[in-house]
T-cell receptor, first 110, second 112 residues
Framework: GQQVMQIPQYQHVQEGEDFTTYCNSSTTLSNIQWYKQRPGGHPVFLIQLVKSGEVKKQKRLTFQFGEAKKNSSLHITATQTTDVGTYFCAVTNTGNQFYFGTGTSLTVIP | EPEVTQTPSHQVTQMGQEVILRCVPISNHLYFYWYRQILGQKVEFLVSFYNNEISEKSEIFDDQFSVERPDGSNFTLKIRSTKLEDSAMYFC??????????FGPGTRLTVT
C-alpha cells in the first residue's frame, strides 16, 4: 500500500518556539490531509490540500503542499501547550482508502 | 455539534471469542470507516463503506473481520475469533464527502 514517511518522529520544543513536521511520499499524491491527535484522544481533521504548491493557514498553523505533490509540511508558529499531541498526515490513492503517516509527536515544554 | 459515538469504550475479551464494536456515525454522512491503532503507533485503515457495501479494505481486514450497517444508523465491526494481536484502539469515522473524516472516541479492545 501507499507509504508516507513523517519526520521527525518526536519533537520537544519550548513554549513559544516554532515547530515543523514533514510528510514525504515516493509517489505523486492527489491530495493530503492533516490530523491532530491529543494524548488519549482520537484523530481530529485539520485540513486537506489538493493543489500543487498550495499553502493554507489556520491561525498559527501553516500547511503546505509541495510543487511536485510528493511532500507536505505543517508549521506551527509560537507553540503553546495546547498544541501538544501527535500530528499525522494522511493520503489516499483511490479516495476511499486512507494511509496515515507515522506521525510526529509534539511535546511543548512550558 | 454532531459527533460520532462508539460503544463500548473498553472491551476485554478472551482469545478466540467474537466481539462486535458499535459506532453511530453522524446522521447525514454517507461514508463510513474503521481504523485501528496499536498503542503508540500510527492509525491503520481497515475498511471503508459506502452505499451499503464495502468500497475498500486493507490487508488487515481479512476473513475474521466483517462490517455491517444493520439499521441505517449503526455501523458495526465484528471480529469473529479474536487474537492477541487484535488488541488495539478501534476508531470509527464518518464523512459526508469522502474526504474530511470525523472520528469517534474509539473502543479499546483488549484480548487476553
Amino acid at each position: 500500500g501507499q507509504q508516507v514517511m513523517q519526520i521527525p518522529q518526536y519533537q520537544h520544543v519550548q513554549e513559544g518556539e516554532d515547530f515543523t513536521t514533514y510528510c514525504n511520499s515516493s509517489t505523486t499524491l492527489s491530495n493530503i490531509q492533516w490530523y491532530k491527535q491529543r494524548p488519549g484522544g482520537h484523530p481530529v481533521f485539520l485540513i486537506q490540500l489538493v493543489k500543487s504548491g498550495e499553502v493554507k493557514k489556520q491561525k498559527r498553523l501553516t500547511f503546505q503542499f509541495g510543487e511536485a505533490k510528493k511532500n507536505s509540511s505543517l508549521h506551527i508558529t509560537a507553540t503553546q501547550t495546547t498544541d501538544v499531541g501527535t500530528y499525522f498526515c494522511a493520503v489516499t490513492n483511490t479516495g476511499n482508502q486512507f494511509y496515515f503517516g507515522t506521525g510526529t509527536s509534539l511535546t511543548v515544554i512550558p | 455539534e454532531p459527533e460520532v459515538t462508539q460503544t463500548p469504550s473498553h472491551q476485554v475479551t478472551q482469545m478466540g471469542q467474537e466481539v462486535i464494536l458499535r459506532c453511530v456515525p453522524i446522521s447525514n454522512h454517507l461514508y463510513f470507516y474503521w481504523y485501528r491503532q496499536i498503542l503508540g503507533q500510527k492509525v491503520e485503515f481497515l475498511v471503508s463503506f459506502y452505499n451499503n457495501e464495502i468500497s475498500e479494505k486493507s490487508e488487515i481486514f481479512d476473513d475474521q473481520f466483517s462490517v455491517e450497517r444493520p439499521d441505517g444508523s449503526n455501523f458495526t465491526l465484528k471480529i469473529r475469533s479474536t487474537k492477541l494481536e487484535d488488541s488495539a484502539m478501534y476508531f470509527c469515522a464518518s464523512s459526508l464527502t469522502g474526504w474530511e473524516q470525523y472520528f469517534g472516541p474509539g473502543t479499546r479492545l483488549t484480548v487476553t
